[in-house]
């Protein structure tokens, strides 16, 4: 079992930036993939950009590519999503999330483990 748990949402304008957090509750190793998804009010969840974390191969939403970075601290056991240049449409609830298989999913079934999601606020 692996407890996710998100950070570093708030409130930006439109134009800045926030760096999302995600601590997972154990080390683990191997090719497992580390996720963000978003949901926005009346939406379904969207992909928005995953890492792999043994050999760190990514993979954006073509909606966030170029404005996000998505990395990972191994010591740490940590992974991170940095959004820069941010639109009103990017405000949404963003969930970590985890999954075992080596190969990099944008379709939420794929993962395994979900935290409780971090709200970000762009205002226009």
């Known amino acids: 079992q692996v407890q996710l748990v998100e950070s570093g949402g708030g409130l930006v304008q439109a134009g800045g930036s926030l760096r999302l957090s995600c601590a997972a509750s154990r080390r683990t190793v191997g090719s497992y993939v580390m996720g963000w998804f978003r949901q926005a009010p009346g939406k379904e969840r969207e992909f928005a950009a995953a890492i792999r974390w043994n050999d760190r191969s990514t993979l954006y939403a073509d909606s966030v590519k170029g404005r996000f970075t998505i990395s990972r601290d191994n010591a740490k056991n940590m992974v991170y999503l940095q959004m820069n240049s941010l639109k009103s449409e990017d405000t949404a609830v963003y969930y970590c999330?985890?999954?075992?298989?080596?190969?990099?999913?944008?379709?939420?079934?794929?993962?395994?483990?979900w935290g409780q999601g971090t709200q970000v606020t762009v205002s226009s």
């Open positions: 999330a985890l999954d075992w298989g080596a190969t990099m999913s944008d379709h939420s079934g794929s993962y395994d483990y």
